[in-house]
């Protein structure tokens, strides 16, 4: 029976995928700099005697034929890049380069891949088709190397019927893993803000035209936006996160900096934000005698499930892991880049639980204490297998 070879075939590699994840873990890399990551893929690859080829800088794509006549293809992806943030978790995989951290799990995702792609390749007779293989660099980055990646071809040359994903949540608990179908996960857009005004004493602010109390009008009435302007039932954040005003206790500085984000689900409404964004801030500015440059970067499209494709992967993901194994997950405001596949081929992309509360594996994703629980490691493996080879039409 396919499950069961398969969760047998991920439970004897399961040391083998923690001993990679191990290693990518203490050896992370920034976005478009994994050259250290994708020489460990390729060399293990190579072990498996996997052909691949470069992509996109330092990604890497490979295939593995099914020995059986097919012309059927499923393109599985895992994101290779770390985070600018310094790990302050005692173990003894903890990051070797300081100020970068894989506080996200693409270690995970990667070790993730690397097993499944062991487990295909072990059982080519038992499929027809090709299994697409997509280790891809700068996730964490704008424009995405999800991106780079389609514009270099990586969705032809064969064509997949379907793009799989998985990422780990720490809101899930291990042994679970969480799906939704149709809209997923939001766009997102950066939002820099140049606040210009007239600097001076602070006991002479009748002299000054001050950008600092012309920032904090802006930043409040930007709220408006979320709160009179969206329909309420559409799910839109607008969230500030820096704001530069380098002045002292008694000096107005000439102009005020502010970053933050915009995220939302619908490309319309999307478009006429960022204008509303501007002219509101603008107008703000200009009304109190200041004046203010708005740059908006525009980043991944919301990701979207297609339907059909994730009602087949909620349903070989119960075939696999029992039906109290899968449940439904929320809308997800966080942006990723697996949104350019899916907005360009049928694509579903999961959550994988790695939380355990008894374990003290609970910390959320981007923060200088995440961790995995390692035993979601057999899990995510062997799922993804069986996922590929059922949609290659395996018989369970």
């Known amino acids: 029976m396919l499950t069961e070879d398969i969760k047998q075939l991920s439970n004897e590699i399961h040391g083998y995928v923690i001993e990679n994840r191990r290693y990518l873990h203490a050896h992370p890399e920034l976005s478009f700099q994994e050259y250290e990551t994708s020489s460990f893929v390729k060399t293990r690859l190579d072990e498996m005697n996997i052909a691949w080829e470069p992509i996109a800088g330092t990604g890497i794509v490979a295939l593995i034929k099914g020995v059986k006549p097919s012309e059927q293809v499923v393109a599985l992806r895992a994101d290779m890049d770390a985070l600018p943030i310094k790990e302050v978790n005692q173990v003894e995989y903890v990051s070797q380069n300081t100020g970068v951290m894989h506080a996200c799990g693409h270690d995970a995702h990667t070790s993730s891949l690397l097993g499944t792609a062991r487990i295909l390749k072990s059982i080519r007779s038992e499929f027809g088709g090709t299994v697409k293989l997509i280790f891809q660099p700068g996730e964490e980055k704008l424009p995405g190397g999800a991106s780079l990646m389609i514009k270099e071809g990586i969705l032809n040359t064969p064509q997949p019927s379907a793009v799989i994903g998985q990422h780990v949540s720490p809101m899930v608990d291990a042994g679970k893993i969480a799906i939704r179908k149709g809209k997923f996960m939001a766009s997102m857009d950066e939002i820099f803000i140049t606040v210009h005004g007239k600097g001076g004493h602070g006991a002479q602010p009748h002299q000054n035209i001050d950008p600092v109390i012309i920032a904090a009008h802006i930043l ?162 062997g799922l993804m297998a069986y996922i590929a080879m059922r949609r290659l039409g395996a018989a369970d």
């Open 220 to 381: 409040v009435a930007l709220q408006q936006i979320v709160s009179r302007a969206a329909n309420p039932t559409l799910p839109t954040v607008l969230s500030f996160g820096k704001l530069i005003a380098n002045g002292a206790i008694n000096v107005i500085p000439d102009e005020v900096y502010i970053e933050g984000t915009f995220r939302t689900l619908n490309e319309s409404w999307r478009a006429e934000a960022h204008e509303r964004i501007k002219k509101m801030a603008q107008t703000i500015a200009e009304g109190m005698g200041g004046w203010c440059d708005v740059k908006i970067v525009r980043g991944y499209p919301f990701l979207i499930n297609e339907e059909n494709l994730s009602l087949q992967v909620r349903s070989f993901a119960e075939e696999y892991l029992g039906t109290e194994n899968v449940i439904d997950a929320d809308l997800w405001m966080a942006a990723e880049d697996f949104a350019w596949y899916s907005q360009a081929a049928a694509s579903c992309f999961y959550l994988l639980g790695i939380r355990n509360k008894e374990k003290g594996i609970v910390s959320s994703l981007h923060t200088p204490t995440f961790n995995i629980d390692e035993n979601a490691l057999a899990l995510s493996t």
